[in-house]
């Protein structure tokens, strides 16, 4: 089943201008954004999130938990594929074709899913480069950091579920459309990872009684570890929240840096995430702090040692 | 940022506005005490969300504690909704568990103190 992954994510949110004013600090190109009726926010490549008003007759239903993640729209690579989504869920469930040709239903847990053609656009933007000794990734003269440099979300990676039924989710994600499980969190549960995407995970399920059902965190690629720290950074410097690193997490690699949100989940910075391929041999470790992080660390304001002596246990102490 | 000194004193009634919520930093406690005036009451409260052992911090930005209708106050890691005047979470992960009061004192000029400074440090 080629799948891609997450284009789109809509949500139906409380305070809609709080979500743009939270989604452009974070680094999202604002499209067809008014504070009545919402908008559409975009990374780099076109794949983003949509946020109307939690009543918003154009969204579909809403899970009983209030959940806000409302649809999850998947990219798939061609009409092909496309197609062979529609005859799979075809066989035990209602699948509508729209009239912009995507599909339309819900996996087994009742969450809103669609299918289409992806609309991403590849991008021709190079990854961040280390020097390492004898082995510069960087031409000379080339800086590995500048104050002001670009530090956006390039692409949406992920999407974290609370769900009642892991074995329910699995048997949707993995047998019906494929995916494969990269590595479990024993006590949490499986990372999943669509069959046209080598990324260690695009779906994470969380075990959690029925009434916690709905979205935990989503997450957007950025070029490489010093875009996500700078980006975190100018989150930090603003005002808004940390509630999570930022750190580097062992199953995927990735580096993480979570941010509290209007939309009523975190959202992350993600960075330098692992790659996978049929060969792999998926890895479990029961979840907890050891096997959540490689390190995690805590933002501070800037400093530097100076100003001269007059420290504590200086003269004046 | 809103500092606190030894007499607890955290800020006037006149600086926080009908319906409006601040945190704020008070020396010796690792989190934040949330402040919210609502219904001619004001109500003092960790900024701590019970979902998670421990408790983690609710805002999404600084002061942003309130949900979006501003009815209550909202964890905007996962949304969990708490009742303004007792605490108690009626919607999302933590459901049925409650935030922990922090007594607060009025003096007659206005001024809102906790009722109990903390003495040492809490770890
Ligand atoms: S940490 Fe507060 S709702 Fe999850
Ligand atoms: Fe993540």
């Known amino acids: 089943m080629q ?18 004013e939270f989604l452009t600090a974070y680094g999202l190109e604002t499209t067809d954004y008014t504070p009545e009726k919402g908008g559409t926010f975009l990374a780099l490549d076109g794949t983003g999130l949509v946020i109307r008003a939690r009543n918003d007759p154009s969204l579909p239903p809403a899970l009983k938990t209030g959940s806000t993640l409302r649809l999850q729209v998947l990219g798939v690579v061609d009409e092909d594929a496309l197609n062979a989504v529609e005859a799979e869920l075809s066989r035990d469930r209602q699948v509508l074709r729209l009239a912009d040709g995507s599909l339309r239903t819900q996996d087994d847990q009742g969450f809103e899913l669609a299918f289409r053609v992806t609309t991403r656009k590849p991008l021709d933007l190079p990854g961040e480069k280390v020097n390492a000794p004898y082995a510069p990734a960087r ?25 009642p039924d892991i074995e329910g989710a699995v048997g949707f994600y993995r047998d019906r459309l494929g995916f494969r499980i990269t590595d479990t969190l024993t006590g949490a ?43 975190g950074s100018r989150m930090m410097e603003q005002g808004y929240e940390s509630f999570w690193g930022p750190g580097r997490h062992k199953f995927g690699s990735n580096w993480f840096w979570y941010f509290k949100s209007p939309l009523a989940c975190n959202v992350e ?16 470790a029961p979840m907890g702090p050891e096997a959540s992080q490689a390190f995690l660390l805590q933002w501070r304001a800037k400093w530097a040692p100076g100003g001269g002596p007059g420290g504590p246990g200086g003269p004046k102490d | 940022m809103s500092e606190v000194t030894d007499s607890g004193f955290l800020c006037r009634l006149d600086d926080l506005a009908e319906g409006e919520a601040r945190g704020f930093d008070v020396p010796g406690l690792r989190a934040k005490v949330i ?14 969300c019970p979902h998670y052992a421990g408790g983690t911090p609710m805002a999404w930005k600084r002061d942003a504690y309130l949900n979006g209708a501003r009815t209550h106050l909202a964890c905007h890691a996962h949304g969990a909704w708490f009742e303004i005047e007792t605490g108690v979470c009626v919607q999302g992960p933590c459901l049925g568990k409650r935030l922990t ?16 400074p903390p003495k040492g440090r809490e770890i």
């Open chain 1, 189 to 231: 549960g499986p990372f999943l990872r669509p069959q046209a995407n080598a990324d260690h995970h695009t779906h994470f399920f969380i075990r959690t009684p029925p009434y916690m059902q709905g979205i935990e965190h989503l997450a957007f690629h950025l070029g490489g570890p010093t875009e996500l720290m700078l980006a």
């Open chain 2, 35 to 48: 402040v919210v005036r609502r219904g001619g009451g004001v109500h003092g409260w960790r900024d701590l």
């Open chain 2, 101 to 116: 009061r922090v007594p607060l004192r009025l003096d007659d000029k206005g001024g809102i103190h906790l009722e109990r």
């Open chain 1, 269 to 284: 910075f993600d960075a330098d995430m692992d790659t996978h391929d049929d060969d792999w041999a998926p890895r479990e």
């Open chain 1, 139 to 163: 031409a000379a003269n080339a800086l590995g950091v500048t104050q002001d440099m670009p530090a956006k979300p390039r692409t949406l990676s992920h999407l974290v579920l609370f769900v």
């Open chain 1, 3 to 20: 799948i891609i992954g997450p284009d789109l994510l809509i949500f139906g949110v409380d305070d809609v201008p709080a979500c743009h």
